[in-house]
């Protein structure tokens, strides 16, 4: 079956140390996307990839890092630099039908500073 | 500013009723999608409506469009205790901020046997 499988499920930091989080999609789609939701909130953008080695900065990048080494993958770093990283972290996909767009998310990653 | 707003915040209901729920925005779409999460768990497309149509149904979701007002509305009918979920918009914008949608804070519908 085709989808986006982000790992782990749970992660925990420690303060001052960096962490990633992995997505990887077999649907063959362009472009893919990493969103942080804090509870009973939306979604908000932190970086996101049109293609293979490139990739923009979305509205909460600091604090985070991205590579976009394969079409396949698209991990999230999220570094020291970041205040406050307790959140679910979601990644995305999207494809295009009938010259609209449309998105295929993950499951999700719970991070917890300890 | 967010470009998808949806209200109302939170939404309690008896099963067998309806739900409405809005959405407001702030700049040219090229289309609106609807997205039901489940608590801890990713975003499931429901319904996309493009700039041009003005409803669209999908089983038990309707969905409206008035591009005039910038706003959206997605109607679930007969509703089930399993529609218990976050429901978010996001819009696909045009021109500057193309390729990037943006979601709403959605409304959290409850729906009680």
């Known amino acids: 079956d085709g989808g986006i499988t982000q790992s782990p499920k749970y992660l925990f930091r420690k303060e001052g140390q960096n962490v990633t989080l992995s997505c990887e999609q077999n649907l063959n789609h362009d472009a893919m996307y990493w969103y942080r939701q804090d509870p009973g909130q939306g979604l908000r953008l932190i970086y996101y990839?049109?293609?293979?080695?490139?990739?923009q900065k979305g509205d909460i990048a600091e604090g985070y890092s991205v590579s976009r080494e394969k079409k396949e993958s698209f991990p999230l770093t999220v570094t020291s630099a970041q205040k406050n990283p307790t959140a679910f972290y979601l990644c995305a996909s999207r494809y295009v039908q009938d010259g609209n767009y449309g998105y295929t998310f993950g499951s999700g990653t719970r991070l917890t500073v300890v | 500013s967010q470009q998808g707003e949806e209200d109302p915040q939170a939404l309690s209901i008896q099963e067998g009723e309806n739900a409405t729920m809005n959405c407001s925005y702030k700049t040219s779409i090229n289309n609106l999608q609807w997205y039901r999460q489940n608590s801890g768990r990713g975003l499931v497309h429901l319904i996309l409506i493009r700039s041009n149509e003005r409803e669209k149904h999908s089983g038990r979701l309707r969905v409206t469009l008035d591009t005039s007002k910038k706003s959206s509305s997605l109607l679930i009918t007969a509703s089930r205790a399993a529609d218990t979920a976050s429901y978010f918009c996001a819009t696909d914008a045009r021109g500057a901020n193309a390729g990037k949608s943006t979601f709403g804070d959605g409304t959290t519908l409850t729906v009680k046997p």
């Open positions: 990839s049109q293609i293979v080695n490139d990739f």
